[in-house]
């Protein structure tokens, strides 16, 4: 059985007395460790689809299976659980707080999870260590670069361990070289501790270069999905 099956995912919205389809019976799979990019353009339904595979949002037809059971039919208390421990976001825009430091914004979750008073200092110092920014860990948002800012959004993610790792355009804001590197993050976890990723972009060229598979999004239909040869 897939890890997260999407079976006729639809969503909609009114725009007067018309009726919208952002998403239109949308239908993949992801196996467990796999590497999914969501390609498509602005307004295509990319971040949409991501929304309602992390549980931020039910509103829609069809279903969202997770391990086999339907994200759109759980209690809150259980799509709570979800976004806590199942998944881990990455924002394009890093959504830090401004006004916490770069080990207290790691240190979010791990309150937020009840974790154990006496560990999350632990836990976010050694998050950070493997980002390179040990030596940042009482530098604020401002004080960081955009590169940094990034794996600081990245170890907040990873603080609760999550199998699934969503990633909203993760390098929009950052320059080429900076770019790569987050990939690169995002690849070594993926391979070494099997974390699935899936990360919606509009770059096609880098999707398929380190995605097992590419799902192109249009209009809310998926048009294409290739499994990539990487290499």
């Excluded at 899936?198 to 294409?224: C, F, Q």
């Excluded at 999905?225 to 290499?231: E, H």
Aim: with cysteine; aromatic share 6%.
């Amino acid at each position: 059985m897939a890890l997260i099956e999407v079976n006729n995912l639809s969503k909609t919205y009114k725009k007067g007395d018309n009726v919208i389809y952002a998403l239109r019976n949308i239908n993949f799979d992801i196996q467990e460790g796999e590497y999914v990019s969501i390609v498509g353009k602005s307004g295509s339904g990319k971040s949409t689809l991501l929304n309602l595979l992390g549980g931020m949002d039910t509103s829609a037809t069809g279903g969202v299976y997770y391990n086999g059971k339907n994200l759109l039919e759980m209690t809150e208390k259980e799509l709570s659980y979800h976004r806590k421990f199942t998944v881990g976001m990455i924002f394009q825009s890093f959504n830090l707080i401004p006004t916490r430091t770069a080990i207290d914004n790691v240190k979010l979750p791990l309150i937020f999870s009840n974790y154990p008073v006496r560990l999350r200092e632990t836990r976010a110092c050694e998050l950070l260590y493997n980002m390179g920014l040990y030596n940042r860990a009482l530098h604020y948002p401002s004080e960081l670069s955009g590169g940094e800012a990034q794996r600081v959004a990245i170890a907040r993610a990873l603080a609760n361990k999550p199998k699934v790792i969503l990633a909203d355009e993760p390098t929009g804001n950052l320059d080429t070289a900076t770019s790569s590197e987050i990939i690169s993050l995002l690849q070594m976890f993926n391979k070494k501790h099997n974390i699935t990723v899936i990360m919606v972009t509009h770059d096609k060229e880098t999707a398929n270069r380190v995605s097992d598979k590419t799902v192109l999004l249009s209009d809310g239909e998926i048009i294409k999905t290739t499994v990539n040869q990487k290499k």
